[in-house]
Structure formats: structure tokens, C-alpha cells
């Protein structure tokens, strides 16, 4: 079978629809499958064409062994609404069309956001290639938009929202990573049937428990400090201003360090109030290689998982929560909803309300006094990620829906 994976966002970029279609990508490719990436050029969060690229109308590459089909874009940063919409215009439109036409012959069609207009580009080229059309849905937009408090105008949103009816309407299946996701799509109209659940998950032979990089741990101190990190996008939606709030909070407890790794669009705004409240105990760093990342995440005692508070994000979780699991790695948890529950089903860490710095602060001072407890809640987060959500079962179901609708055997090759 050839499956052709639509995302404007794939490695080098490190954000996680970038690793999601990478590690599905990958798994089929191990098992004798023909895939596709039609993606854009690398440039997310900062809007800059990666080292290594120039931006051109098409590129071709093999990455792991999975062929890769890059089409311009407008290169813009996570920030800016006139630019965002040039960006995400700019690539459905060449993907519909340049990458239509180099993609070749395939089997079925799979469009993942964020953003919503890729799953455009994605219906236009399964209906010229008459093949199934599966809609990978990550974030619910129009609704995902006003959560991170975007200003959309009305006309705009009920325009999105247009859009985003006739794909539902239209898909084969859609897939999405949780089953809040579901019901915010069932209220568009779209029968259960259509739908499919599909968690993030992780590879837990890959990432795991590691010795903390005591390089990392003697920068940020003299390698007895409690390390409380963040390693993720700064921006509209992670709301780290809580954080800077709460490290305001424990500095007198000048043994614990936060250290923030990432950008977005958020990043320039909270160095700069790091600076103003004179924060010693507040360190920024910038994007990392997926790989260094997770060194941060070894080299962590605490980890926060933070998003706004909004309503949409009881049915979000953030796919760093099952990575830190991994790690072995103690939470403080800042969401509401379906990640909550997950933590504390898997007894992992400790929920506090989001944008609530007083929470914050008293969580971690906490745990940062108690290294009994974040060993036993590294150690039940880790178990439980691997016990319940492995990748590479999560890769055969998903596998397994793409036979059935493109009629195709799962053979060459399996997951198992």
C-alpha cells in the first residue's frame, strides 16, 4: 500500500504533529509500506528556514527511510495573524497543486492538522487521485482558536467553521487523540461511526529513564538543585507567565532553578518579564534537537505540563505528558479535564488549577522537598505509559484502519 501523510509540520521541526506523523510514517515504512510525506519547509516556531534548506517550490529527501515531499510555503513565525494566514494559505495551495502532482500514485490519503487548511489540500488530492480521505484531527479548530484567545474576527470564525463542516462531512474517518476531541466534532453533526480514537502515545523502548546530564545539572546550580523544567512552545497557549509568577514566589528557595526550554510566540514577552521582576532563578534556552530536549527532561526533577485555562483544553492532552512519562519523570500538571485524569490514574504527579501561581509555587515547593515522592510518581508514570500506550500498537490500529478503507492487505510487512 502507499499512503500519502499530509502535514505542513515535519522533522527537523520538533513540535509534536511533526513527531506524530514521523513515527506512524516510520513504523509503516518498517513494515514494507510505501509512504509519503507532502510537508513544507522547515521554519516553525520562528518563521526562519532551518540550516540546511533553501526555500524552493519543491524538494525532495529521504529521512529514516521515509520519502519526503517538501512544498513552498510563505515562512512565517508562531506569531502575527496576516503572516499565520499567508503561511497556512501559501502551503495548502502548493501542496494541493505542486505536491499533487509529485506525489504520484497512492492508495490513501491522510491530512493532519494543526492547521485545519492542510485537511483542505488533503480532500482536493484524494478526489484527484480517487482514493480514501482521512482526516487526522489534533486540534479542533475553529474552537482550538478562541481557546488560545486568538481575536478571531466572527466572519473568520464562522468561515474556519464552514470549513472545517465540509471536512468532517467529507472525510472517510477521522482520527483524533482524544475522546474530548470527539465530542467537540460530534457536535458538528459527525456520527460516532466516522470516528476514530488514536492517542499520541510514545515509543517507551526509545524514550526512557536515562542518568540526569549532570552538565545540564551543574549549569543550572552546583548539581543539588531542584530542577523544575518546561521543554515546549512558548506561546498563546501554554500561558507561562503563570510559571515566572510562581518562580517570583520561591525565590527565597534559591535551590530551586526553572529552566525553560523552547520558542514560540510567547518567548520574547516572558524574557523580557523574567528581566523586569529581576529573576535569578529563571533560566531560558533556546529550541533544542529532539534528542537534547529529552537530555533537559532527564536532567529535570520536576516537570510542568501548563496550558491556559479554557474549556477546550479539558478535551486536550498534551502529547509531552506521556514523554515525560516515559522519562520516568515526576509532573505538576496545569490542565484540566482528560490529562488530568490521566495522571492521576496513573498516580504520576500532582494536578494543579491552571494560571493559579500560588498553586503552582506550593505544588512545587512540595516536591521539591519529598524526592520519595517524585521517584514513586516517575516510576508509576513510567510503567503506565508503557503498559497503556505504546506507539507501535498504536501504529498497527491505525495501520489496520488504512487497509480496510484502501481494501489493501496489511502485508508486506507487520508491526508486530
Known amino acids: 500500500m502507499r499512503i500519502l501523510y499530509i502535514s505542513q509540520y515535519f522533522p527537523p521541526e520538533v513540535n509534536a504533529p511533526a ?57 512565517a513565525p508562531n506569531e502575527g495573524k496576516l503572516r499565520r494566514c499567508a503561511n497556512y ?91 474530548g476531541a470527539q465530542d467537540v466534532i460530534r457536535r458538528h453533526g459527525v456520527d460516532q461511526a466516522k470516528l476514530e480514537l488514536i492517542p499520541t502515545g510514545v515509543h517507551s523502548d526509545v524514550i526512557k529513564p536515562m542518568d540526569p546530564p549532570q552538565d545540564i545539572r551543574v549549569r543550572y546550580g552546583d548539581g543539588e538543585s531542584v530542577i523544575v523544567s518546561y521543554v515546549g512552545t512558548h506561546g498563546m497557549a501554554q500561558k507561562l507567565f503563570a510559571v515566572l509568577r510562581a518562580a517570583q514566589l520561591l525565590a527565597d528557595e534559591p535551590r530551586v532553578q526553572f529552566v525553560s526550554v523552547g520558542d514560540g510566540a510567547d518567548k520574547e514577552n516572558l524574557v523580557r518579564m523574567k528581566n523586569d521582576l529581576a529573576l535569578e532563578n529563571v533560566h531560558f534556552v533556546d529550541q533544542l534537537p529532539r534528542q537534547e530536549a529529552l537530555d533537559y527532561i532527564a536532567a529535570s526533577d520536576i516537570c510542568l505540563v501548563p496550558l491556559r485555562k479554557a474549556e477546550l483544553f479539558k478535551e486536550t492532552i498534551p502529547s509531552k505528558l506521556y514523554e515525560i512519562m516515559a522519562c520516568g519523570r515526576p509532573i505538576i500538571l496545569g ?47 513510567r510503567r503506565f505509559v508503557t503498559e497503556n500506550f505504546d506507539k507501535g500498537i498504536l501504529a498497527e490500529q491505525f495501520l489496520s484502519l488504512l487497509c480496510s478503507l484502501a481494501d489493501a492487505p496489511k502485508s508486506p510487512g507487520s508491526l508486530a
Open 19 to 75: 513527531q506524530r506523523v514521523f513515527d506512524f510514517a516510520k513504523a509503516w515504512t518498517d513494515a514494507g509500506h510505501e509512504v509519503v510525506v507532502l510537508t513544507g519547509f522547515p521554519n516553525h516556531p520562528a518563521g526562519k528556514i532551518f540550516d540546511g534548506y533553501k526555500l524552493r517550490l519543491l524538494q525532495r529527501e529521504n529521512i529514516d527511510g521515509v520519502d519526503v515531499v517538501r512544498a513552498y510555503l510563505y515562512p
Open 89 to 179: 494559505v501559501s502551503f495548502m495551495v502548493s501542496a494541493a497543486t505542486l505536491g499533487c502532482a509529485a506525489v504520484g500514485k497512492v492508495d490513501v490519503v491522510i491530512a493532519s492538522s494543526p492547521q485545519l487548511l492542510v485537511g483542505v489540500a488533503g480532500y482536493w488530492i484524494s478526489r484527484v487521485k480517487r482514493v480514501p480521505f482521512v482526516l487526522s484531527v489534533r486540534d479542533v479548530w475553529p474552537e482550538a482558536l478562541v481557546a488560545v484567545d486568538a481575536k478571531v474576527s466572527r466572519r473568520l470564525y464562522n468561515l474556519l467553521d464552514r470549513v472545517a463542516n465540509f471536512l468532517y462531512k467529507r472525510a472517510d474517518k477521522i482520527i483524533t487523540v482524544t475522546r
Open 335 to 381: 490542565v484540566d479535564g482528560e490529562a488530568r485524569k490521566l495522571l492521576e490514574t496513573a498516580s504520576a504527579g500532582i494536578y494543579v488549577e491552571p494560571e493559579e501561581p500560588q498553586a503552582l509555587a506550593d505544588a512545587i515547593r512540595k516536591l521539591a522537598t519529598d524526592p520519595g515522592a517524585r521517584a514513586r510518581y516517575g516510576e508509576n508514570g
